[in-house]
Nanobody, 125 residues
Framework: VQLVESGGGLVRTGGSLRLSCSYS???????????MSWYRQAPGKQRELVAA???????QYAAAAQGRFSISRDNAKHMVYLQMNNLRPEDTAVYYC?????????????????WGQGTQVTVSS
């Protein structure tokens, strides 16, 4: 499984960015059906969930992202996006793409988690 994030950068308060996560694996249809999410980690802080999207496109947002961020996916392009609007300095962090693949192992469903390398988002005041 390979996850590659892009789209980070430096933006002023109130600006927008769109992050992209390109995913790939041998049987890519598995990832097309898997839950994908965006996390972020600011310096000195724990990694936290920003937004998530299921294989059926149900979405979930952290309180800090609600109303400003939008997660989407394009299975035909094998991409997951995070549109971020009205950015604030506190949104500054490294943003990571995460995939969870659930496999059946000896009758049990075992989740396997994969992470991208991250993309830096910096919001200046």
């Amino acid at each position: 499984v390979q996850l590659v994030e892009s789209g980070g950068g430096l933006v002023r308060t109130g600006g927008s960015l769109r992050l992209s996560c390109s995913y790939s694996m041998r049987t890519i249809s598995i990832l097309d059906r898997s839950d994908m999410s965006w996390y972020r980690q600011a310096p000195g802080k724990q990694r936290e969930l920003v937004a998530a999207i299921t294989g059926s496109r149900q979405t979930q947002y952290a309180a800090a992202a609600q109303g400003r961020f939008s997660i989407s996916r394009d299975n035909a392009k094998h991409m997951v996006y995070l549109q971020m609007n009205n950015l604030r300095p506190e949104d500054t962090a490294v943003y990571y793409c995460k995939a969870v693949i659930v496999r059946a192992v000896s009758g049990d469903l075992v989740p396997n988690t994969f992470w991208g390398q991250g993309t830096q988002v910096t919001v200046s005041s």
